[in-house]
């Protein structure tokens, strides 16, 4: 009975830790690929799509858009930014000199894999101000962290379903540092960042009828993290605390 009892007792904690793990892969995921990590609200934003403006749209959507030139595309039209892709709005209107429209559409232009390794500038757009290595380093981070995260807790899972196919519990510690790992990744992807927001910022200066604030995805990414060192937690307790009191029965039956 007693046995019983506790074997219930692991059984409930695998039980929520598992599920707190596919909530936070799921969250993470979805944070990954969507595109409000980052969002610029503008005031008037149809305003600001004017025949002066089309060539910061042409270079926005070009594969050679520098980091000023889009950064100022995204004050000026409700731009959002994500890990992959930088979007702006803009009116339906192809005639760049009709009056304002209402009508809005939003487009977005991917980051390619040579964007991501990409050296930041001292002067954002100045390709003589020299290398700006903090903020070239922790876009790197930011890009290569979340997908550490998530294979970290994938090959944790792996581990979880041997330890079910040996109905062993001792293993799931594995899972457990695996899991710990992947939350101090997806802190560290929180914390890079901000900071290179915040750097950014600093940079080029967000103007005065523009407002910037942390997106969704960027939220999603925040409740990842507390939610894989819970289930980092749970995993190793069951596993050390069901071992540890294995040992004691065992010892108990031989004496």
């Known amino acids: 009975s007693k046995s019983a009892v506790m074997d219930n007792r692991f059984a409930t904690a695998l039980v929520i830790a598992c599920v707190l793990s596919l909530i936070s892969t799921i969250y993470m995921a979805a944070s990954i690929g969507t595109d409000f990590w980052y969002e610029y609200h503008t005031l008037s934003p149809a305003e600001n799509i004017s025949e002066a403006g089309r060539s910061i749209w042409e270079e926005f959507v070009s594969e050679e858009a520098d980091e000023k030139t889009y950064t100022e595309a995204l004050f000026q039209c409700n731009g959002t930014v994500g890990l992959w892709r930088r979007c702006i709005t803009v009116p339906k209107n192809s005639h760049w000199y009709s009056p304002p429209e209402t009508d809005m559409t939003t487009n977005c232009i991917s980051f390619s894999l040579s964007d991501q390794f990409m050296e930041k500038y001292v002067e954002p757009g100045n390709h003589n101000s020299g290398t700006d290595l903090n903020r070239t380093y922790l876009w790197r981070l930011q890009f290569l962290l979340p997908f550490v995260s998530l294979g970290l807790m994938c090959f944790g899972a792996l ?66 993290a507390p939610l894989q060192f819970m289930a980092a937690a749970l995993f190793i307790w069951a596993a050390r605390t069901n071992r540890k009191e294995f040992t004691l029965l065992k010892a108990y039956r031989v004496a």
Do not use: M
Request: aromatic fraction near 10%.
């Open 159 to 224: 581990i979880g379903l041997c330890a079910c196919a040996c109905r062993s519990l001792y293993p799931a510690i594995a899972t457990g540092v695996l899991h710990f790992l992947a939350g101090l990744c997806t802190l560290g992807l929180v914390g890079c960042y901000v900071a290179g927001i915040e750097l950014l910022h600093k940079k080029l200066p967000l103007p005065n009828d523009v407002r910037g604030e942390f997106g969704w995805s960027f939220c999603l990414a925040c409740v990842s």
